[in-house]
């Protein structure tokens, strides 16, 4: 089948103005992240979804930033008030289970705050 | 903090040669997973070792892991310029398994 697809590839946006990425997992995979790849670095761990459990919020860098999942399937990750820090890669994963299983990445959406 | 370091942080070697690359880690670990990375973009799962594993192949690639020392490395024969890229290890975090650590990365440059 079809794997982890984000949109947009790209968003370029204004400080101070909000945005949403999407994300549409794998079917049937109960697990969702999201990350954020800042240049040249690793993965920093955002929030995880797995199936009607309340979300790991953990990894949220500031009150901004906010995701939901709805019907188990798509996922919005909505930042708040962009910031120029914001600027990075966000990436999805989805996987059968949990970290215990292997992880299905998704293109990224590229987002640049000017 | 950082669950996984991988080393070198960059490595270039020519096409044909053998490129070896090591992770570390802290803690206790379930299984440890490497990715690959092209162009920033999306990962790509290469292979998963679990703990009990010393050793594993996958074509051209061969992982093996020391839980003794809390190091895993990648192997990967006979590269090719197409294996240019970023390589990544990460490991769940024990006793929170819905996260995955990701070290920062090794680049990794093959010359044809």
């Known amino acids: 089948g079809a794997g982890v697809s984000q949109s947009p590839s790209n968003k370029v946006t204004e400080k101070g103005k909000d945005v949403e990425l999407r994300c549409d997992p794998i079917?049937?995979?109960?697990?969702l992240y999201w990350y954020r790849q800042s240049l040249g670095q690793g993965l920093e761990f955002l929030i995880y979804?797995?199936?009607?459990?309340?979300?790991?919020k953990s990894g949220l860098p500031s009150d901004r930033f906010s995701a939901e999942r709805t019907g188990g399937s798509v996922s919005t990750l909505t930042i708040q008030r962009t910031q120029q820090e914001d600027s990075a890669v966000y990436l999805c994963?989805?996987?059968?289970?949990?970290?215990?299983?292997?992880?299905?990445f998704g293109p990224g959406t590229r987002l640049t705050v000017l | 903090s950082q669950q996984g370091e991988e080393d070198p942080q960059a490595l270039s070697i020519q096409e044909g040669e053998n490129a070896t690359m090591n992770c570390s880690y802290k803690?206790?670990?379930?299984?440890l997973q490497w990715y690959r990375q092209n162009s920033g973009r999306g990962l790509v799962h290469l292979i998963l070792?679990?703990?009990?594993?010393r050793e594993k192949h996958s074509g051209r690639l061969r992982v093996t892991l020391d839980t003794s020392k809390k190091s895993s490395s990648l192997l990967i024969t006979a590269s090719r310029a197409a294996d240019t890229a970023s390589y990544f290890c990460?490991?769940?975090?024990?006793?929170?398994?819905?996260?995955?650590?990701f070290g920062k990365g090794i680049t990794l440059s093959v010359r044809p």
């Open positions: 994963a989805s996987s059968q289970t949990s970290a215990l299983s292997t992880q299905y």
């Open positions: 079917s049937g995979h109960t697990a």
């Open positions: 979804f797995q199936g009607n459990s309340a979300p790991d």
């Open positions: 803690t206790s670990i379930n299984n």
């Open positions: 070792i679990r703990s009990n594993e």
């Open positions: 990460a490991t769940p975090i024990t006793g929170a398994n819905s996260k995955l650590t």
